[in-house]
């Protein structure tokens, strides 16, 4: 019987995958515990068929039973665990028949307590029989990278879906970094699915390009649709939107968040009177990124045969006069977006019927909007700020005085966005009263780098003293300290997600002028459950070396203007093992740098490299090297030179190969 | 040549054509001749880099300003919808973000580049090697369509409804126009 190389081999930089060992690992999550629970099928750690187990992996019994590959099968979408298997020295080859011992059917109906994709990637990689009971119920497939297989290839493993996450463009296209048409076209996904899950009921697209053709097949495909989520999608128009309105009889949440709506405003379809007359299913319903007017009376009526929305987030069309007698309809609404917060022109004042709606709403736990806030109707939300978990004031232009009445009430806020017109005075009445906090992001009003700095690194040090149960921030400043940043690192030792954007490019400490890397040090150091980290400022290679050697649980990286040279790239991607997603622009890192991190892409989701020092050479020698990454070069220009340091990197795992509709402007190594 | 546009905010109005070049001040989207040191010189210039500070454009565009035409408000930004001939998608963009008309015109080629490409592609040799010219037109509050770059850049971007890049041939039938 051979042996499986992967479990044999006990440096983990030589695996291209760690092999999960989930089932006999203590630390496993609660649902692969259930599978070592006395009432599971799999016997006890003492009895003899355990080692039968690790016979049936030992028998290479997975997919094809080729071992290279078989990992690899499962790799676009599997995000392995890479902790090694708990007795991997003690494989010894046992006959075969012991594989029917172990039911389909029992080992369905156990699997079917598993939700997480991760422990369910990590189940189906066992062997044979687990893969396929596995495929047959997995009901949410979620899928990172659009391009890391192919939608035949995932409808043919599973066959009956019911939810579907799917990811395309990376996140620096959000800034303008990805020219138009680059793809992450939902609709070859659209067309493979519909006639394929007849049972669908969710879907959550991120980054992807939605056209409106693609939101018809979805509303007229599966009589069961109940939520679309989009995401910071473009390429629909409310034409699209219309479509869902009018088909999913079924819809429960239609969330448009952060999306790029396409229309010609004046050429806007009335979607929301397309809903059907009569009572709806209708939960959530989130259009504030919709830039065009809505029919007024048709929302109103739509909202009042709701009874069950919790959820309304409008647009900045809905001014106070509208939104009162929304809310009015849906007294029982927790989660509210406020559109434009301000009167239109002749509407009057809604002073007092705004305050009441707001005393009337007692359920209300988040808020949003503010779009075009008018600081009069500020005090009407002070009635509903003891109740609320969740306030998002950033699209609202407020000062410290105007802060201070509504953050003073909220005691039990969590989660708080923010613009630094606010100041640190403002960040400082945060840390005095919100004692619950565990997000807060402060965005900046004026965007650029030469601005007046409002918030610094005073408000920073606040925040670490008030809001020591704070998981997660993201905090745009001017400058900023080394000493507030360690300070932040030892009294928020819970931080999962810390993201600094110091706007000023090199900035250096402004107190000590050195380079901000001990300050990031410390994060990483002293945060032990850091998985996210954005960094900036004035660093050398020695932040590099800091986040290499402490930043073990490090998953997503972000980098921007720093490093000195390609040692900074390689501390990271040989010290980081469970980095999943890491994009860098502006920084020094070369070939050299790209190439030494050979022995972890194929775990990894992405690398985005831009304006680096890489050059087609190196990244050719990466496609030659590892044959199953999609190595894309998006030019500014179409001379083939390699010596010539290129403009952007774009890389990923992939089942299904170089992608087929790349526009002229990508080249594929 | 370039710079003459960013003058223009200084001249006085004057009577009959102006005297430039237009198929010249209008823009080229030709490819840049990046050199190694030019690259740097970008990134540490203190013009606006793409992308940076990285924040989402729909929070970068103005506040206050989202209605259906380019309204100006006091402190707000002016939303403006940009369309290229032959691409499927149009771009907004907020030209308080904009200093000039050369800013102006940089990030427009930044946007659209990938459709000068697929149009280069298709072009024969002899054009390909010149670069295909590209004009930027503008339409004002009379519902006039106008050459971006004609008058004062404040002037400009207060009148501007929305923007459209054509190609070198036509913009020549906007130019000679009274």
């Known amino acids: 019987m051979k042996q499986i190389k992967w479990y044999a081999c006990k440096n983990p930089k030589k695996n291209i995958f760690n092999p999960p060992s989930v089932l006999f690992h203590r630390e496993a999550s609660p649902s692969i515990r259930l599978l070592n629970s006395k009432t599971s099928p799999i016997p006890p750690p003492s009895s003899p068929l355990r080692e039968v187990q690790f016979a049936m992996l030992g028998n290479g019994d997975c997919d094809d039973g080729n071992d290279d590959r078989c990992s690899l099968n499962t790799c676009g979408i599997a995000q392995p665990n890479s902790r090694p298997a708990a007795a991997a020295s003690s494989l010894v080859g046992l006959p075969p028949p012991f594989f029917d011992q172990v039911l389909d059917n029992v080992l369905e109906n156990v699997l079917c307590f598993l939700t997480s994709h991760r422990d369910r990637n990590a189940a189906s990689l066992v062997c044979k029989s687990w893969f396929l009971a596995e495929a047959q119920t997995r009901l949410e497939l979620f899928i990172g990278n659009c391009y ?3 939608p035949a290839r995932a409808i043919g493993r599973f066959r009956c879906i019911q939810s579907l ?19 992450a076209r939902f609709s070859p996904w659209i067309a493979a699915m519909a006639p394929s899950y007849p049972s669908l009921q969710r879907i959550c697209l991120k980054r992807m390009t939605v056209a ?6 979805l509303a007229t495909s599966f009589p069961s649709f109940r939520d679309l989520t989009l995401i910071c999608c473009d390429g629909f128009t409310t034409a699209g939107l219309a479509a869902i309105a009018e088909n999913c009889r079924q819809l429960r949440s239609l969330d448009l968040i952060e999306n790029d709506v396409e229309d010609d405003d004046d050429d806007g379809v009335d979607w929301v009177s397309c809903f059907p007359p009569g009572k709806t299913c209708l939960e959530s319903l989130v259009f504030d990124c919709v830039g065009c007017a809505v029919n007024l009376e048709a929302l109103e009526s739509l909202v009042a045969r709701s009874p069950s929305l919790w959820r309304l987030r409008v647009n900045d069309y809905i001014s106070v006069g509208r939104l009162f007698r929304l809310m009015a309809r849906a007294p029982q609404l927790t989660h509210l977006g406020t559109g434009s917060f301000s009167s239109f022109d002749g509407e009057g004042d809604f002073r007092a019927s705004l305050e009441s709606a707001f005393m009337a709403s007692k359920s209300l736990v988040c808020i949003s909007g503010f779009r075009d806030l008018a600081p009069e109707y500020l005090p009407s939300i002070y009635p509903a700020c003891a109740n609320l978990i969740s306030l998002n004031l950033s699209y609202a232009l407020i000062t ?5 009445p509504v953050i003073t009430r909220c005691h039990n806020l969590q989660t708080f966005w923010v613009l630094d017109s606010v100041l640190d005075e403002g960040l400082q009445m945060v840390a005095a009263t919100c004692k619950n906090l565990r997000e807060l992001r402060v965005f900046p009003l004026d965007a ?6 409002s918030v610094s690194d005073v408000g920073l040090v606040a ?17 900023m300290t080394n000493a507030a940043v360690v300070a932040m690192s030892n009294n928020c030792q819970d931080l999962v997600v810390f993201r600094l954007c110091i706007m000023g490019r090199h900035r250096p400490d402004h107190l000590t002028g050195e380079p901000m890397d001990e300050g990031f040090g410390a994060i990483v150091k002293n945060c032990k459950n850091l998985t996210r980290l954005a960094v900036s400022g004035l660093l050398t290679d020695k932040a590099f070396a800091y986040i290499g050697k402490y930043g073990k649980l490090v998953r997503t990286l972000s980098v921007a203007f720093a490093g000195n040279s390609d040692l900074g790239l390689r501390y990271v991607l040989e010290g980081c093992p469970k980095l999943q997603k890491l994009e860098i622009r502006d920084s020094p890192f070369g070939d050299t740098g790209l190439l030494s991190g050979i022995h972890h892409y194929y775990n990894m989701r992405f690398l985005w490299m831009s304006s680096c020092k890489v050059s087609v050479k190196g990244c050719k020698e990466v496609a030659r090297r590892l044959p199953h990454m999609v190595v894309e070069v998006i030019r500014d220009r179409l001379e083939d030179d390699n010596s010539v340091a290129m403009e952007k990197l774009y890389m990923y795992r992939s089942l299904a190969g170089p992608r087929n509709d790349a526009p002229p402007f990508v080249k594929l190594l | 040549m370039q710079g003459n546009c960013d003058n223009l905010e200084d001249t006085e109005l004057r009577l009959g054509l102006p005297g430039i070049d237009l198929t010249a001040a209008a823009s080229k989207f030709n490819k840049r001749a990046l050199t190694e040191d030019s690259e740097i010189e970008r990134s540490s210039a203190k013009a606006q880099v793409v992308g940076w500070p990285p924040v989402r454009s729909n929070r970068r565009n103005g506040f206050h300003a989202r209605r259906s035409e380019a309204a100006e408000v006091a402190g707000g930004g002016i939303l403006v919808k940009v ?35 697929s149009l280069e592609c298709e072009s024969s040799e002899a054009e390909a090697s010149s670069g295909t010219e590209y004009a930027i037109a503008y339409e004002d509050k009379e519902e006039d369509w106008m050459l971006a770059g004609d ?12 923007l459209r890049i054509m190609k070198g041939f036509e913009a020549k039938g906007l130019a000679s126009s009274p």
């Open chain 2, 151 to 162: 008058v004062p850049w404040e002037m400009f971007i207060s009148s501007c409804r929305r």
């Open chain 1, 165 to 183: 996450v799917l990811k395309g463009k990376p996140r620096f296209a959000d800034f303008n970094l990805i020219p138009l048409g680059w793809g």
């Open chain 1, 148 to 150: 890391a297989v192919s």
């Open chain 1, 463 to 479: 925040i670490s003293e008030g809001c020591k149960k704070l998981q997660s921030i993201l905090y745009f400043c001017q400058t």
């Open chain 2, 83 to 117: 369309s290229m001939d032959g691409a499927p998608y149009l771009r907004k963009i907020d030209l308080k973000n904009y200093k000039g008309y050369k800013e102006l015109r940089d990030s427009l080629e930044d946007m659209f580049k990938c459709f000068s490409f």
């Open chain 1, 448 to 453: 650029t780098e030469d601005s007046e700095g």
């Open chain 1, 400 to 404: 410290t005085d105007q802060l201070k």
């Open chain 1, 212 to 217: 409106d053709a693609d939101l018809v097949i």
